[in-house]
Nanobody
Framework: QVQLVESGGGLVQAGGSLRLSCAGSGRTSGRTFSRLFAAWFRQVVGKEREFVAAIGWSGGPTNYADSVKGRFTIDRDNVQHTMYLQMNSLNPEDTAVYYC?????????????????WGQGTQVTVSS
């Protein structure tokens, strides 16, 4: 089973930037993380998990939630089996636990229920 570990979260002032990383290891259905479609989601306590961005296994296509378009960038380094989320122009509404996720089917999905592999999450807090 692929295992995912997020890092890079923390406390940042509004307008600042953070870069999250998601490192994958192991295999699922015979594939390493570098051959899985992957995504970032976020969740605030008491709310449903929200789609942020997704990326195909080869680095494309990409898909973003409207709330982060133009501010966040998803990419991946398949040699390092790592996915990233560059977050710029952060605002307090971006405060959440950020999760990376992966799925075997070769299509992007924005629904959390379509992802079978999850990391443990990393907290991002944006102060005003």
């Amino acid at each position: 089973q692929v295992q995912l570990v997020e890092s890079g979260g923390g406390l940042v002032q509004a307008g600042g930037s953070l870069r999250l990383s998601c490192a994958g290891s192991g295999r699922t259905s015979g594939r390493t993380f570098s051959r899985l479609f992957a995504a970032w989601f976020r969740q605030v306590v008491g709310k449903e998990r929200e789609f942020v961005a997704a990326i195909g296994w080869s680095g494309g296509p990409t898909n973003y939630a409207d709330s982060v378009k133009g501010r966040f960038t998803i990419d991946r380094d398949n040699v390092q089996h790592t996915m990233y989320l560059q977050m710029n122009s952060l605002n307090p509404e971006d405060t959440a636990v950020y999760y990376c996720a992966a799925r075997v089917p070769l299509t992007i999905s924005t629904m959390s229920s379509d992802y079978g592999v999850w990391g443990q999450g990393t907290q991002v807090t944006v102060s005003s």
